[in-house]
């Protein structure tokens, strides 16, 4: 057996944490345990696994992989983002009120206005930037604060450990999406957070090929509960994409570091380019958030947003990319590019999305691992076709 691995770095934890090798033949990786139930030893003596809606090897592998990066007590891995976070959602009762962050990932305010309005939760959608502006939205009945830094796609940071402050002295808990950053950038269990949400199907996993969520737990009630909802709600990760997910995650660091070493050749392009209006990305030196996000995380992500102007010439520039590819979703090896307007946020209403700047011109970007000069020759080639 691997030696354990907690208390190692993070690139080794990537690697080990949570995969010694295999018991019965040493493989080296953790198998994809393609099972849905297992045989007792014997009446009333089961070996710990009874039935895989429950409990899983392969996923069990992932999750503790997981707690490990993210410095948590626990963690369960649901089958894409959007269920991880319908499950975090049971923590709030009918009447119950929650802060979020205005300009969250389009499937979670569907999710908040459109589902568990059915529900009678109650959401503020609030700036939370702006701490004052947190703290007036808290009220006596909010049980959660729901934070997405960076948000989606304008690139807004909170600062979490203040926001953590604030909503502990309320009796709020604070999860926190950290989807954008993964935790080899961004761990808020750190800074004070309760709960970490990823969407998997991310940086996580890395390549585009799988859907999946995981929440991450620092209290051990928050984690027996999700644990509890994996086996009576189901929305259970599959042995295979958890063996994805984990093969994915073992790369991380090296890929988040090339992601952003791209991402600022990007963001430094589109900043100095006559055709391209505001950039957003919170590692160029004006963005509002550079300081809070210098001081919280270790790094800026690889998502960056940028104003064309007009759908017309937005529409002209994606139809033009021949590298860059034309797609929802982020944190894949490819360089992906999306018009938020019309495809993520399609979902909420044009004047709030006129209210949170998502413009028609609006254009996202998820810098890839590809080389830095073809990335930008695909954009100049087609910011060049789009100004005629
Ligand atoms: C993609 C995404 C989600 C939803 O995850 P799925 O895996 O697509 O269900 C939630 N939050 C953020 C920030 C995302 O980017």
Same mark, same amino acid.
């Given at each position: %057996?691997?030696? +354990? @691995?907690?208390?190692?770095?993070?690139?080794?934890?990537?690697?080990?944490?949570?995969? @010694?090798?295999?018991?019965?033949?040493?493989?080296?990786?953790? @198998?994809?345990?393609?099972?849905?139930?297992?045989?007792?030893?014997?009446?009333?003596?089961?070996?710990?696994?009874?039935?895989?809606?429950?409990? #899983?090897?392969?996923?069990? &592998?992932?999750?503790?992989?997981?707690?490990?990066?993210?410095?948590?007590?626990?963690?369960?891995?649901?089958?894409?983002? %959007?269920?991880?976070?319908?499950?975090?959602?049971?923590?709030? $009762?009918?009447?119950?009120?929650?802060?979020?962050?205005? #300009?969250?990932?389009?499937? *979670?305010? $569907?999710?908040?206005?459109?589902?568990? +309005?059915?529900?009678?939760?109650?959401?503020?959608?609030?700036?939370?930037? +702006?701490?004052?502006?947190?703290?007036?939205?808290?009220?006596?009945?909010?049980? /959660?604060?729901?934070?997405?830094?960076?948000?989606?796609?304008?690139?807004?940071?909170?600062?979490?450990?203040?926001?953590?402050?604030?909503?502990?002295?309320?009796?709020?808990?604070?999860?926190? !999406?950290?989807?954008?950053?993964?935790?080899?950038?961004?761990? @808020?269990?750190?800074?004070?957070?309760? =709960?970490?949400?990823?969407?998997?199907?991310?940086?996580?996993?890395?390549?585009?090929?799988?859907?999946?969520?995981?929440?991450?737990?620092?209290?051990?009630?928050?984690?027996?509960?999700?644990?509890?909802?994996?086996?009576?709600?189901? &929305?259970?990760?599959?042995?295979?994409?958890?063996?994805?997910?984990?093969?994915?995650?073992? *790369?991380?660091?090296?890929?988040?570091?090339?992601?952003?070493?791209?991402?600022?050749?990007?963001?430094?392009? /589109?900043?100095?380019? !006559?055709?391209?209006?505001?950039?957003?990305?919170?590692?160029l030196e004006d963005h509002p958030g550079h300081e809070v996000q210098k001081a919280q995380a270790s790094g800026f992500g690889a998502l960056i947003a940028f104003d064309l102007g007009t759908y017309d010439r937005a529409a002209a520039f994606l139809d033009g990319l021949e590298v860059?590819?034309?797609?929802?979703?982020?944190?894949?090896?490819?360089?992906?590019?999306?018009?938020?307007?019309?495809?993520?946020?399609?979902?909420?209403?044009?004047?709030?999305?006129?209210?949170?700047? =998502?413009?028609?011109?609006?254009?996202?970007?998820?810098?890839?691992?590809?080389?830095?000069?073809?990335?930008?020759?695909?954009?100049?080639?087609?910011l060049k076709g789009a100004s005629r």
């Amino acid at each position: %057996m691997k030696a +354990d @691995p907690i208390g190692k770095g993070f690139g080794t934890r990537a690697v080990h944490a949570g995969q @010694p090798a295999d018991p019965l033949t040493g493989a080296v990786k953790v @198998p994809i345990y393609q099972t849905a139930t297992y045989q007792y030893r014997k009446t009333g003596e089961h070996t710990g696994f009874e039935y895989a809606r429950v409990q #899983n090897p392969t996923r069990r &592998a992932l999750e503790e992989c997981i707690t490990s990066l993210e410095a948590g007590l626990d963690a369960h891995a649901y089958a894409s983002g %959007m269920a991880a976070i319908s499950s975090l959602m049971t923590l709030v $009762r009918a009447d119950e009120h929650v802060v979020a962050s205005r #300009n969250v990932y389009g499937g *979670t305010y $569907r999710l908040f206005e459109q589902v568990l +309005d059915r529900y009678r939760l109650r959401v503020s959608w609030v700036d939370t930037t +702006d701490l004052a502006a947190v703290e007036s939205a808290l009220r006596d009945e909010t049980r /959660l604060v729901f934070l997405e830094s960076p948000t989606n796609p304008m690139m807004e940071i909170t600062d979490i450990a203040k926001v953590s402050e604030i909503a502990h002295q309320a009796g709020a808990l604070v999860a926190v !999406d950290n989807t954008f950053l993964s935790p080899c950038l961004q761990r @808020p269990l750190e800074l004070g957070a309760d =709960i970490v949400v990823h969407s998997t199907t991310k940086f996580l996993n890395g390549h585009s090929d799988s859907i999946g969520g995981v929440l991450v737990s620092a209290r051990a009630e928050d984690a027996e509960w999700f644990a509890f909802l994996q086996k009576s709600v189901g &929305a259970i990760l599959s042995p295979f994409d958890s063996f994805l997910t984990l093969r994915g995650i073992q *790369t991380l660091e090296v890929r988040i570091q090339r992601h952003e070493s791209n991402a600022r050749v990007v963001a430094e392009l /589109l900043q100095s380019h !006559d055709e391209v209006g505001r950039v957003f990305y919170p590692g160029l030196e004006d963005h509002p958030g550079h300081e809070v996000q210098k001081a919280q995380a270790s790094g800026f992500g690889a998502l960056i947003a940028f104003d064309l102007g007009t759908y017309d010439r937005a529409a002209a520039f994606l139809d033009g990319l021949e590298v860059i590819t034309l797609a929802e979703s982020l944190g894949g090896v490819e360089t992906l590019i999306s018009h938020p307007a019309s495809m993520t946020h399609a979902a909420i209403p044009v004047e709030q999305l006129e209210a949170l700047g =998502i413009s028609a011109g609006l254009v996202r970007v998820s810098v890839g691992i590809e080389d830095a000069a073809d990335l930008t020759a695909d954009l100049e080639q087609a910011l060049k076709g789009a100004s005629r």
